[in-house]
């Protein structure tokens, strides 16, 4: 299922940047982030794309949802220009950014190649 992250949560489940300035995944399993807003087009689009990831590899990664019109000073920390931009973070190594509503096999790509994930 996903999830919804608020500052908070995100500091407890990806990254505390008040306590560390070295990028330090908190996760214990890869995760994609979907910076989206309610009024996008694309967003919505990719929306149910996500719902049936997040079933299809359940327990294999985390997807997590963060709406840009609330939690503005994420969005600011992460350089959101345009939306939906999705974050892959792998357990080890540098989250990567990606921007636009992606197909399904272009995200599983990712999860393969990125997050080194597959079904």
Known sequence: MLEHLTKETFKEKVF????NKEWKYAGD????????ADW???CKAVAPILEEL???YDGKLDIYKIDTEVEREL???????????LL?????GQPQMAQGALP???????FKDVLKVEK
């Not at 399993?29 to 989206?36: G, Q, T």
């Not at 920390?77 to 931009?85: A, N, W, Y």
């Not at 399904?104 to 990712?110: F, G, M, T, V």
């Open 16 to 19: 505390d940047f008040e306590a």
């Open 29 to 36: 399993k890869p995760c994609l982030i979907d910076f989206y």
């Open 40 to 42: 996008c087009g694309p």
């Open 54 to 56: 997040s079933k299809d």
């Open 75 to 85: 969005s600011g920390m992460f350089g959101i220009q345009s939306i939906p931009s």
């Open 88 to 92: 892959f973070i792998p357990s080890e």
């Open 104 to 110: 399904k096999e272009s995200l599983e790509k990712a």
